[in-house]
């Protein structure tokens, strides 16, 4: 069972190059969520989306673009990476928004 | 203020202590609580959810006090297994929000 799939799981970026992070579910959720976990902070919100063709903004969206062309994948975008974006991103998903957040390993980024 | 807030700890409780983890939360129209824990460097996963009748899964206990937003999570007998980050989820409409979690360590 996949469940949550995040690609890539590791990057290195020098600063103002970009890059995308695909998540990918197969479980059908209508919502999706992506997080930046940094030491001490906890996770935080950067996006989310509750159905295809939706996106919202969460706590910390600045510097991020996402978007839900298709249910199953919710894409992360860094047009112009900054070294304040070096962190953990973890994707996940839910059925109905109230249940169990399914979460993806991680993607681990440094930007130089 | 943090809509979410939490002690970080750590905690460090030998085996079978009993520990107790608050989370206090800002949103009066929050709907739903959870418990995740998480392991280093690990995705988090659903350890319990949190009812207003407060519930029990085994060793561990949530409790939801929505008239001081308050929720707690209480361990007994506690296993070295249990050595993790707690985290505290509440949920709006739509958004989950986290807390900055709780590092608890148990020691032989």
């Known amino acids: 069972n996949a469940g949550v799939t995040q690609t890539p799981k590791f990057r290195v970026l020098k600063t103002g190059q970009s890059m995308t992070l695909l998540c990918a579910q197969d479980?059908?959720?209508?919502?999706m969520y992506w997080y930046r976990q940094d030491p001490g902070m906890g996770l935080r919100l950067i996006h989310y989306s509750v159905g295809e063709g939706t996106t919202a903004k969460g706590e910390v969206p600045d510097g991020y673009n996402v978007s839900r062309l298709k249910k199953q994948n919710f894409l992360l975008g860094l047009e112009s990476a900054a070294p304040s974006q070096t962190s953990v991103y973890f994707c996940a998903s839910t059925g109905t928004g109230a249940g169990e957040l399914f979460f993806g390993e991680g993607s681990r980024l440094t930007v130089l | 203020r943090k809509e979410v807030e939490q002690d970080p700890g750590p905690f460090n409780v030998p085996e079978g202590a009993t520990v107790a983890f608050n989370c206090t939360y800002s949103n009066s129209a929050s709907q739903s609580f959870f418990w995740y824990r998480q392991d280093c460097r690990k995705e988090p996963k659903l350890l319990m959810s949190v009812y207003s009748s407060g519930n029990e899964d085994g060793r561990f206990t949530a409790q939801l006090n929505r008239a001081s937003q308050y929720i707690s999570l209480l361990i007994r007998d506690s296993k070295l297994s249990d050595s993790a980050t707690y985290l505290c989820?509440?949920?709006?409409?739509?958004?989950?929000?986290f807390g900055t979690g709780t590092r608890l360590q148990v020691f032989p």
């Open positions: 989820v509440v949920k709006g409409t739509d958004k989950l929000i």
């Open positions: 479980m059908n959720h209508e919502y």
